[in-house]
């Protein structure tokens, strides 16, 4: 019985997207009705998906999208990823951060490349370009948006970040036109998007042997991402349940003071 309700939940919002294709082709279909296990007040970060989605990020997103808000630290800090302190510490030092001026004052090497040093646990994420015109230039004149707090400066959050991963690969709607270096993404704004599809089957190998299916690797990154734009969601929770507690708690105390008080003028 349970299975009728979402089959027409399922067949409403065909219908729904088909009308939107016919009104506005150009018009960004909802986000998809993807499912967390943050959401909701006493919702919590899936440990095992932080980790892979850092991954997915390292290995794909961070080619062109900066995480500049992130210090390496925060991956060994509670309610994060998990990482003990000495792997944050690795993760750090795999990066090349620019470096201080050299005690000649120089900031380039004899080939005009900037000095770097290893990452330490201060640092935040480098970027994956100099500048904004060397990420313009790469990137066919686009520029790939910092992740940091993407998920929240974006209407419909997670389930929009994850419907754009997961939107490529679809067919434009009759006498809809593709843009020249643009791909179909049904899920964006004028449905030209210019960042090529950056998932496939099996991009990543992770390392606890989850099968990397787009889908997975898309809600794995988006809860990392999710972290990352609200690395303290987990202590706010526990904060607020914590401050309804001592509420209803005073509030029960208030009333019975109030009847003791009152219980002989009556």
Not at 44 to 49: L, V
Not at 75 to 80: N, Q
Not at 199 to 223: N, P, R, W
């Amino acid at each position: 019985m349970k299975a009728l309700p979402l089959a027409l939940a399922s067949l409403l919002a065909l219908a729904g997207a088909a009308r939107a294709d016919a009104a506005d082709p150009g018009a960004p279909l909802p986000p998809k009705a993807e499912t967390w296990s943050f959401e909701g007040p006493f919702g919590t970060f899936d440990r095992a998906a932080l980790q892979r989605g850092f991954q997915v990020y390292k290995e794909v997103c961070s080619a062109c999208h900066s995480l500049n808000r992130i210090a390496f630290h925060t991956l060994a800090d509670d309610g994060g990823p998990g990482f003990s302190v000495a792997q944050a510490k690795a993760i750090a030092a795999a990066y090349k951060i620019p470096a201080d001026p050299n005690d000649k004052g120089e900031t380039v090497d004899s080939s005009g490349e900037r000095l770097t040093r290893p990452g330490i646990p201060a640092d935040h994420f480098p970027p994956p370009f100099a500048n904004e015109e060397a990420a313009r230039a790469s990137n066919g004149g686009a520029l790939p948006p910092d992740l940091s707090i993407i998920v929240k400066a974006r209407e419909g959050g997670p389930r929009y970040v994850y419907s754009i991963l997961t939107g490529f690969g679809q067919k434009p709607p009759a006498g809809f036109k593709v843009l020249a270096n643009k791909y179909y993404n049904p899920y964006f704004a004028g449905r030209n998007i210019s960042m090529p599809p950056p998932l496939t089957e099996g991009t990543v190998t992770f390392s606890d042997g989850t099968t990397a299916s787009v889908d997975q690797e898309a809600h794995d990154v988006v809860t990392f991402l999710t972290w990352a734009a609200e690395p303290k969601l987990e202590e706010r929770k526990r904060l607020g349940f914590g401050v309804m507690i001592f509420m209803l708690v005073l509030s029960g105390l208030l009333f019975l003071s109030y009847r003791r008080v009152w219980k002989d003028a009556h």
